[in-house]
């Protein structure tokens, strides 16, 4: 500042007003700390989705919420387990205010399981914890994730997406049972047939 006051372009600023260049260069520090932040959460975000197997739903596929219940894949007969003639299994079900249909999954353990899900009247979001399954549930999509369970066990989630007043009431549950308890190809499972 000492020498800024001998130029008589620069006169003395008054007490408590910060010198344009100290005021740039801390913008500067600011805007590097700022981008090093995005830099770390965005980073973040690349290894938690890549070590966790996460990935954005990647099929868009459109039902009609207002007939589900009449016609097409999910009529209430066809929800639930059934096990496909390649030993995989397909897991149908319909979330609606305020309950996952059918209310318990079983499923086999070690063995791809395609879980296709849609709404019946506002979006919805399943997820199964320490899992890959993670979704929201939008009225008018399928929602389609695929996942293989490694231990059995019973999963018991609520739903994860604000649907109304008895959000906190809706939970789904997904028993991981031994894969001889499953069933031969083409039989359907629940939880009360075991
Ligand atoms: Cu369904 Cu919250």
Not at 52 to 62: D, Q
Request: net charge negative; hydrophobic share 45%.
């Amino acid at each position: 500042m000492a020498e800024s006051t001998s130029n008589p372009l620069h006169p003395p600023l008054p007490d408590g007003i910060v010198p344009e260049e100290v005021v740039i260069r801390t913008e500067k520090r600011w805007l590097m700390i700022m981008l090093a932040m995005l830099a770390v959460m965005l980073a973040v975000i690349v290894v938690s989705a890549i070590m966790g197997a996460l990935h954005p739903a990647s099929n868009v596929e459109v039902i009609d919420p207002t007939t589900l219940h009449l016609q097409g894949e999910f009529v209430e007969s066809n929800l639930g387990t059934a096990v496909e003639p390649d030993g995989s299994v397909t897991v149908r079900i319909i979330a609606e205010q305020y309950e996952f249909v059918p209310r318990c999954l079983q499923v086999p353990v070690g063995t791809p399981v395609k879980f296709r899900i849609t709404s019946a009247d506002v979006i919805h979001g399943f997820l199964l914890p320490d899992t890959n399954v993670n979704t929201m549930v939008v009225p008018g999509f399928v929602a389609e994730v695929r996942t293989r369970f490694a231990k059995v066990g019973d999963y018991v989630m609520p739903c994860h997406e604000f649907c109304g007043l008895g959000h906190h009431g809706m939970w789904a549950h997904v028993r991981v049972v031994p894969r001889e308890q499953v069933g031969k190809p083409l039989e359907r499972v629940t939880c009360a047939t075991q």
